[in-house]
């Protein structure tokens, strides 16, 4: 569980590490805004179209093999990353990481349920939560660290050691745990898979870039041949006897909401951990380093919280703290919608720490209660089902804040009477990333109203 946790860790802290960066490198490679978030979004894409395979390989590979495949690849992508001199070879090298967390990720999640009871998965969720939610929250504070004080290529020099560490841990620790039982490759289960995921948020993610926005026919040939391909793998996996990814998974109500309650939360996370570094380095005009310190606080409160919570499951249930959390998500979402040129950064700090600890609230306890009522042959499935969704909803996420945000800023330019002034660049900024907010508003009331349909599942009885 080292091994897996401290390869998760990095992985999950590269998928928002850039985010802080992302203003440098607009200027260092001379590249847009919309272009740049590529960083982001191409690797949750990457990973929204490997993941769905992982409930495949976890059945046809065993523990370790499974382990140092996806710590060859995370190696591999962060050396290349280190050392890209442009652009295009930072974004394969974005990709080729990918491919190592997207093994690594269900791998982690099927170990705990293989090896944890299900009366005890509430607190290991909760050491799971400190990488899947705690890695992307402390990201921008140490990448502005390392910006600040050496260059956005100790984003992986920093990595790097980690997942070597880990990799040599693993080879001496790690055990086969896995059943493998080799089910059969459907050729076409994959291609309506990749067409399907990755159709829908190459969709999403182009629709930020350049004029025409929505409208464009990229965007809309991508988002028909995403629903019609994903519409045709959903039918497929429901007639297959041994299906690639195993959708009756779904039968099962709390799994679901479960599901839901991670899709909607990672919507609003990564959406808001995108925006708020590009707030306050575009829009306040502060440092990359000023910047992770201001983010800080919430991703400290996070860490504490998310063990807490898991323990708060295990013992209580979560009638409560699921809606709860989610009305303390849309308050502060609320008031972010609000922030100015002149709002205190003692309030960003505040609200962004409610914002970490109201999805602590929401994330362990919907994802343990989830799986738990799933059957053990079901474990890999149920794995993957989340993850992919995961990665989905993050690129969706960040696509569609990034999307709202160039929006409002060319509506406020249209507006402006001198576009040239240089005060205007910021506001513009600020005009944007308060549309973002709102979007994610949207997405929080519509996750509360499913939250209060959450029930605990009583391990033994599952429905």
């Known amino acids: 569980m080292i091994s897996l946790l401290l390869a998760g860790f990095i992985g999950m802290f590269n998928e928002t590490a850039l985010n802080v960066a992302l203003s440098d490198l607009i200027d260092l490679f001379h590249i847009s805004a919309s272009t740049a978030q590529w960083l982001t979004t191409g690797y949750l894409l990457a990973l929204g179209i490997l993941v769905p395979i992982s409930g495949l390989l976890l059945?046809?590979?065993?523990?370790?093999?499974?382990?140092?495949?996806?710590?060859?690849?995370s190696?591999?992508?962060?050396?290349?990353?280190?050392?890209?001199?442009?652009?295009?070879?930072?974004m394969i090298a974005r990709v080729i990481q990918a491919a190592g967390v997207a093994l690594m990720l269900p791998l982690m999640f099927n170990t705990v349920l293989v090896i944890i009871p299900a009366e005890k998965r509430g607190g290991a969720y909760g050491l799971i939560g400190l990488v899947l939610v705690v890695a992307p929250a402390v990201g921008p504070t140490i990448t502005g660290l390392l910006i600040e004080k050496l260059s956005w290529n100790w984003i992986f020099w920093l990595s790097l050691p980690i997942l070597v560490i880990s990799f040599l841990f693993g080879m001496r620790f790690m055990q086969n745990i896995s059943t493998i039982t080799k089910p059969?490759?459907?050729i076409f289960s994959l291609i309506f898979s990749t067409l399907g995921f990755g159709g829908i948020v190459f969709a999403f993610s182009s629709a930020g870039e350049g004029e025409g926005g929505w409208g464009t026919t990229k965007v809309v040939f991508s988002m028909v041949v995403g629903v019609l391909g994903l519409m045709i793998f959903i039918i497929r996996q429901l007639k297959m006897k041994q299906p690639m990814m195993e959708l009756r998974a779904f039968r099962h109500p709390m799994f679901t909401i479960g599901t839901l309650m991670i899709f909607f939360t990672l919507i609003l996370m990564?959406?808001?951990?995108?925006?708020?570094?590009?707030?306050?380095i575009r829009g306040l005009g502060l440092s990359a380093f000023t910047t992770g310190l201001v983010l800080l606080p919430g991703g400290i409160l996070n860490a504490i919280m998310l063990p807490i919570m898991g323990r708060v499951f295990d013992k209580f249930g979560l009638k409560w703290v699921v809606p709860s959390g989610y009305v303390i998500i849309t308050v502060t979402l609320w008031f972010l919608s609000g922030i100015t040129i002149a709002t205190p950064l003692a309030l960003i700090i505040v609200l962004h720490s409610c914002l970490m600890i109201g999805i602590s609230m929401v994330w362990m306890p919907s994802q343990a209660n989830g799986l738990n009522q799933l059957p053990p042959e079901l474990y890999p499935h149920g794995s993957a089902i989340m993850n992919t969704l995961q990665q989905?909803?993050?690129a969706i996420g960040t696509a569609v804040a990034v999307s709202i945000m160039t929006g409002g800023m060319n509506s406020f330019m249209k507006d402006v009477a001198d576009k040239a002034a240089p005060g205007n660049g910021p506001l513009a900024w600020i005009a944007g990333i308060q549309d973002a907010f709102i979007f994610a508003i949207v997405v929080a009331i519509v996750g509360l109203f499913f939250a209060f349909f959450i029930k605990r599942v009583h391990v033994g009885k599952q429905q």
């Open 59 to 73: 059945q046809w590979f065993s523990t370790r093999q499974l382990f140092i495949a996806s710590l060859i690849f």
């Open 75 to 90: 190696i591999l992508g962060t050396l290349v990353a280190a050392l890209a001199p442009g652009f295009e070879i930072l």
């Open 184 to 186: 059969k490759i459907d």
């Open 270 to 280: 990564l959406s808001a951990m995108l925006v708020l570094p590009i707030y306050l």
């Open 392 to 394: 989905l909803a993050g």
